[in-house]
């Protein structure tokens, strides 16, 4: 549980930097990639969903901040990513003006049925977006490309640095 306004907000742009890894090696054809055929959600829309997840939690838990318009999910992924920027950086200025430490232990009620205090909305947006990450990954390996590496090396990455131990 977040504690902090800056402690979050500094694990938020560590978390933002991975996921921006992620984002940054989708191509506009693999955002089509779908989970399987009984479960049509895409690429793209996880993806999306993970740029709407900022305002959806956070103006869930009142904060007031300025959202580029999320009603049509774009069909660039270069478009994914630069609106992805755009809200982390608006949502990182909100919380820095409008949240104190003390409002962190506050409780609230998330979307109506989520008993939680401002930094439980804080925390869970962050699992969040590690959970959807990770589909993503396998959703990209499906659609032929190489996911990279976010707490360790991916499997191109491990076996490169093996060769590299084996030449020396």
Not at 42 to 65: C, D, I, P, R
Not at 84 to 101: F, G, M, N
Not at 118 to 129: E, M, P, S
Request: proline share 3%; hydrophobic share 40%.
């Amino acid at each position: 549980m977040y504690t902090s306004v800056n402690a979050f907000l500094e694990d938020c742009r560590q978390e933002s930097e991975l996921t921006l890894k992620v984002l940054d090696k989708l191509t506009d054809e693999s955002l089509k990639q779908a989970v399987s055929e009984a479960q049509p959600r895409t690429l793209g829309e996880l993806a999306w969903h993970l740029v709407g997840s900022y305002g959806a939690f956070l103006k869930g838990a009142s904060l007031q901040m300025e959202c580029p318009d999320l009603s049509k999910q774009p069909a660039s992924a270069a478009e994914i990513v630069k609106t992805y920027r755009k809200i982390h950086d608006i949502a990182s200025s909100a919380l820095k003006e409008q949240w104190t430490d003390a409002k962190l232990q506050e409780k609230l009620v998330l979307f109506g049925f989520i008993d939680t205090t401002y930094g439980g909305v804080l925390q869970t947006l962050i699992r969040h977006q590690i959970h959807h990450r990770g589909q993503m990954t396998i959703l990209m390996r499906q659609a032929g490309l190489v996911a990279p590496g976010i707490y360790g090396p991916n499997e191109e990455e491990t076996a490169a640095m093996r060769a590299a131990r084996a030449n020396k």
